[in-house]
T-cell receptor, first 120, second 118 residues
Framework: AQTVTQSQPEMSVQEAETVTLSCTYD???????LFWYKQPPSRQMILVIR??????QNATENRFSVNFQKAAKSFSLKISDSQLGDAAMYFC?????????????????FGKGTKLSVIP | DGGITQSPKYLFRKEGQNVTLSCEQN?????MYWYRQDPGQGLRLIYY???????QKGDIAEGYSVSREKKESFPLTVTSAQKNPTAFYLC?????????????????FGPGTRLTVL
């Protein structure tokens, strides 16, 4: 079974600065997807960024980018030019590529989350 | 607007009662999911359904039941057998979104229901 670990329960960043959230995972599969989700106080889960494991290039979405280290099974999220609206819980998640892995459901396996505070 | 709706937003139940949480989507997605979220925990999968009239247990299905009679709807019943039902419940559906160069399948989440057992 896959596991996802977020070792930083809480982090803070000054507005306009850069912050990196860590995520490691454990899997025996060679191909999979990794995601970062944001959960603001409204508790709506919002997809921030995704990475396909077969792609060597790190994904970027505006101010959000990832550092994907497949051999180290590491998937960190970098937020540049932090804004007050970035304050939220951030969850790292793993998903198998095939329907016949694990539960066979394309289910997401989540880490426990990192609470990010942005200081004005 | 296409999306996922969950109702009610807040739900209170007396101990020993069954309660049903609603999840509806108009995204024409085949797959739907129920997750539970507790403080300090990530989301954990309760049940999922890949097509109508079919559903499978997730990691923490004990004390819960579901049905999938229509593509749009995937209600979750929290039964009296669930020992610690107070939690935040999220419903999701999975479908294709159009990216810059390809289609990608992703899970989209509803706004959630906060269940409190009194």
């Amino acid at each position: 079974a896959q596991t996802v670990t977020q070792s930083q329960p809480e982090m803070s960043v000054q507005e306009a600065e850069t912050v990196t959230l860590s995520c490691t995972y454990d899997t025996s599969e060679s191909d999979y997807y990794l995601f970062w989700y944001k959960q603001p106080p409204s508790r709506q889960m919002i997809l921030v960024i995704r990475q396909e494991a077969y792609k060597q290039q790190n994904a970027t979405e505006n101010r959000f980018s990832v550092n994907f280290q497949k051999a180290a099974k590491s998937f960190s999220l970098k937020i540049s030019d932090s804004q007050l609206g970035d304050a939220a819980m951030y969850f790292c998640a793993y998903r198998s590529v095939t329907a016949y892995s694990g539960a066979g459901s394309y289910q997401l396996t989540f880490g426990k989350g990192t609470k990010l505070s942005v200081i004005p | 607007d296409g999306g996922i709706t969950q109702s009610p937003k807040y739900l209170f139940r007396k101990e020993g009662q069954n309660v049903t949480l609603s999840c509806e989507q108009n995204l024409n997605h085949d797959a739907m999911y129920w997750y539970r979220q507790d403080p300090g925990q990530g989301l954990r999968l309760i049940y999922y359904s890949q097509i109508v009239n079919d559903f499978q247990k997730g990691d923490i299905a004990e004390g819960y039941s579901v049905s999938r009679e229509k593509k749009e709807s995937f209600p979750l019943t929290v039964t009296s057998a669930q020992k610690n039902p107070t939690a935040f419940y999220l419903c999701a559906s999975k479908g294709l979104t159009e990216g810059a160069n390809s289609f990608r399948d992703e899970q989209f989440f509803g706004p959630g229901t906060r269940l409190t057992v009194l």
